[in-house]
């Protein structure tokens, strides 16, 4: 008999780098109402060095390290 999981996963876009993260398990911060979802340390960094109120600008796709 098979049996499977159904685990429901929701993602999200990472500001500063644009890759796609699970809200589950990614690192955040929390900003003017807002969650924001990181794929690392290094980009969660970059987004808390910006200025309250200034989006970034993401690159296109993948993790930049």
């Known amino acids: 008999?098979?049996?499977?999981?159904?685990?429901?996963?929701?993602?999200?876009?990472d500001?500063?780098?644009g890759m796609t993260v699970d809200t589950a398990?990614?690192?955040n911060v929390e900003?003017?109402?807002?969650?924001?979802?990181?794929?690392?340390?290094?980009c969660?960094?970059?987004f808390k060095a910006l200025p309250a109120g200034k989006p970034?600008?993401?690159k296109s796709g993948g993790c930049c390290g």
């Open 25 to 27: 398990t990614a690192i």
């Open 1 to 13: 008999m098979k049996t499977s999981s159904t685990t429901s996963s929701t993602t999200a876009k």
């Open 31 to 42: 900003r003017d109402g807002q969650t924001y979802y990181f794929c690392g340390e290094g």
């Open 44 to 46: 969660r960094t970059k």
């Open 15 to 17: 500001p500063i780098c």
């Open 56 to 58: 970034p600008e993401p």
